[in-house]
Nanobody, 125 residues
Framework: VQLQASGGGLVQAGGSLRLSCAAS????????TAWFRQAPGKERAFVAV???????YYTDSVKGRFTISRDNAKNMVYLQMNNLKPEDTAVYYC????????????????????WGQGTLVTVSS
C-alpha cells in the first residue's frame, strides 16, 4: 500500500485545514488508518485513528477539534482540523496497518506498516 498525504499549509490560530491521504496498491477497506504528527525535536505522536468496525479515537488534545474520516470508495482518509492552535504545528503523517496487529495499541506508530511522506502544518499565533 502506498500513501500520499497532502493539504498542509500555513494557517492562523483558530483557522481550519483538511488533510487528505490517498491510498493505492491494496484493499484499503481492510486497513486501520491513522494520523500521527511530529513536532520539531519531538517524537512522532498519535493524533487520530479510524478502526474498521470499531470506531474512531483521538488524542485528548484534539478531541472536539479534529475529525478523522475515510472514503473507502475513493481510497481516501481525511483529517479535518478546526480551531487550530500553535501547538498543533507539526508534520502530519497518515498511516495504515492491519487490524489484527494494531488492535488496542493504535496509538503506537511502530504498529503501522505503511506511511505517507508527511505534510507540514504551521499554525501562527
Amino acid at each position: 500500500v502506498q500513501l500520499q498525504a497532502s493539504g498542509g499549509g500555513l494557517v492562523q490560530a483558530g483557522g481550519s485545514l483538511r488533510l487528505s491521504c490517498a491510498a493505492s496498491g491494496g484493499t484499503f477497506s481492510n486497513y486501520v488508518t491513522a494520523w500521527f504528527r511530529q513536532a520539531p525535536g519531538k517524537e512522532r505522536a498519535f493524533v487520530a485513528v479510524h478502526r474498521v468496525y470499531v470506531g474512531t479515537y483521538y488524542t485528548d488534545s484534539v478531541k472536539g477539534r479534529f475529525t478523522i474520516s475515510r472514503d473507502n470508495a475513493k481510497n481516501m482518509v481525511y483529517l479535518q482540523m478546526n480551531n487550530l492552535k500553535p501547538e498543533d504545528t507539526a508534520v502530519y503523517y497518515c498511516a495504515a496497518g492491519f487490524p489484527g496487529i494494531i488492535s488496542g495499541t493504535y496509538y503506537r506508530p511502530e504498529k503501522y506498516d505503511y506511511w505517507g511522506q508527511g505534510t507540514l502544518v504551521t499554525v501562527s499565533s
